[in-house]
Nanobody, 119 residues
Framework: QVQLVESGGGLVQPGGSLRLSCTAS????????MGWFRQTPGKEREFVAS????????AYAGSVKGRFTVSRDNTKKMVYLQMNSLKPEDTSVYYCAARQAASSSYDIWGQGTQVTVSS
């Protein structure tokens, strides 16, 4: 089983950048598909980005494509979300999540990290 802890959130001005990190613990990590989601109070959680186990395939929500980049380092059991050109509407709690390739849903979640984009 994998456990996830996010870090790197904070306050940033519009147009700025942040890099979120997700640290995984547990015996297996490389076989998992990793995702980033975000949720704002009063709204449903939304998909942000995902990356398969070898990093060869990534996917992004349309609202972040071209601004955010997801990557992973299986040797360090880390997943990253580089966020550039941040906008106020990117303000949210960001969650790291994991699912096995054979599963249709993410079933392992971190506790979340707050990102606030404001001047």
């Amino acid at each position: 089983q994998v456990q996830l802890v996010e870090s790197g959130g904070g306050l940033v001005q519009p147009g700025g950048s942040l890099r979120l990190s997700c640290t995984a613990s547990g015996r297996t990590f490389s076989g998992y598909i990793m995702g980033w989601f975000r949720q704002t109070p009063g709204k449903e959680r939304e998909f942000v980005a995902s990356i398969i186990w070898d990093g060869g395939i990534t996917a992004y929500a349309g609202s972040v494509k071209g601004r955010f980049t997801v990557s992973r380092d299986n040797t360090k059991k880390m997943v990253y979300l580089q966020m550039n050109s941040l906008k106020p509407e990117d303000t949210s709690v960001y969650y790291c999540a994991a699912r096995q390739a054979a599963s249709s849903s993410y079933d392992i979640w971190g506790q979340g990290t707050q990102v606030t984009v404001s001047s």
